[in-house]
């Protein structure tokens, strides 16, 4: 697995996005999640979690096609995601603008930079967007939601597929933390082999989730295999926060403005917020 360096590396990603989900600049979609593993010796409560169980959590971006781009594995379960995501090094490499994005994407009469997409608890940014808070939304702010989860479903979708696959995931992990990091380093870099060299098998028809315009997603099958246990791949608490530049709530409107507009619009996005009368979430 290696990180995007250049332009063209990142316009692929986005281009995996255009063509799957309508979203001609997305380069990934992030979120991170609980690995759970049996108490560590000494240092236990910095690893226990507000679900109630130790874990390390696993960071990550994917791109289109559920797979890796970039982890960051080993945080103290304890912590949330923003807090963890905001000490990596690819935060800071996006906040100091040093990973040689490509310039904003000119589509008519809409600007639109390259960005990550995030669930709630993340802190909007000028590359980070997140949907609006689910009160008193108009149909405009509805769409947009429904846009921008599109395109965030592919990281769950993701987690969702490392941890059906993968049965160490689905108890605790009995070993050293520094083990735990190596062995979830190996499938997700076992998993993005299998998607790349054997997609057929390795995710087979209906395994990740899909959408019936209208109707809305429908669930893969990863979910039903990996059900509800309490030790599988989990999410991590959700402590968002309202507080972002103004520079980001302008960048955020450029989408609501594109996701609304003749020529960025899909066909059946009314009928769908229409019809199920609510913002999706989608996690």
Same mark, same amino acid.
């Given at each position: ?5 250049? &332009? ?8 995996? *996005?255009?063509?799957?989900?309508n979203? +001609?600049t997305?380069? @990934?979609a992030?979120? @991170? #999640? ?5 108490? +560590? #010796?000494?240092? =236990?409560?910095n690893?226990?979690?507000y679900k ?15 797979? *890796? ?7 103290? =379960? ?13 935060f800071? $490499? ?14 008519? !009469? ?14 909007? %940014?000028p ?5 609006? +808070?689910?009160?008193?939304l108009?149909?405009? %702010? ?10 965030r479903?592919?990281?769950?979708n ?5 941890? $059906? #696959? ?5 108890k ?11 062995? !979830? ?9 299998l #998607? &790349?060299?054997?997609? $057929? /098998?390795?995710?087979?028809? /209906?395994f ?7 109707? =809305? ?11 509800? &246990?309490?030790?599988?791949i ?11 530049? &103004?520079?980001?709530?302008?960048i955020?409107?450029? *989408? ?10 899909? +066909? ?7 019809? !199920? /009368?609510?913002t999706?979430?989608?996690?």
């Amino acid at each position: 697995m290696r990180f995007p360096a250049s &332009q063209e590396e990142w316009k692929c990603i986005a281009n995996g *996005f255009k063509n799957e989900w309508n979203f +001609p600049t997305c380069l @990934g979609a992030l979120d @991170g #999640k609980h690995i759970a593993i049996e108490c +560590p #010796k000494n240092e =236990g409560s910095n690893f226990y979690n507000y679900k109630g169980f130790h874990s390390i959590v696993l960071m990550a971006i994917c791109d289109s096609n559920y797979c *890796f781009s970039y982890v960051h594995i080993g945080a103290y =379960g304890k912590d949330n995601d923003a807090s963890i995501f905001g000490d990596t090094d690819v935060f800071q $490499a996006f906040e100091n603008n040093a990973l040689n994005l490509p310039c904003e994407e000119e589509i008519l !009469t809409h600007s639109l930079p390259y960005i990550l997409v995030s669930d709630e608890i993340f802190l909007l %940014k000028p590359w980070l967007m997140k949907t609006y +808070p689910a009160i008193n939304l108009t149909e405009e %702010k509805t769409v947009y939601n429904y846009r921008m989860s599109r395109a965030r479903r592919t990281i769950e979708n993701t987690f969702g597929i490392l941890s $059906a #696959k993968w049965r160490i995931f689905r108890k605790p992990i009995r070993a050293s933390v520094d083990t735990v990091e190596a062995i !979830t380093k190996a499938c997700v870099c076992l998993h993005n082999y299998l #998607k &790349q060299t054997d997609n $057929a /098998g390795y995710t087979p028809d /209906g395994f990740v989730d899909s959408e019936c315009c209208n109707a =809305g997603p429908i669930e893969g099958s990863w979910r039903s295999v990996v059900g509800n &246990q309490q030790c599988a791949i989990t999410s991590v608490g959700k402590i968002g926060s309202n507080n972002f530049t &103004q520079e980001a709530k302008d960048i955020r409107e450029k *989408f609501l403005a594109y996701f609304n507009s003749t020529e960025g619009s899909i +066909p059946w996005q009314l009928g769908h917020v229409r019809h !199920t /009368g609510a913002t999706l979430s989608l996690t």
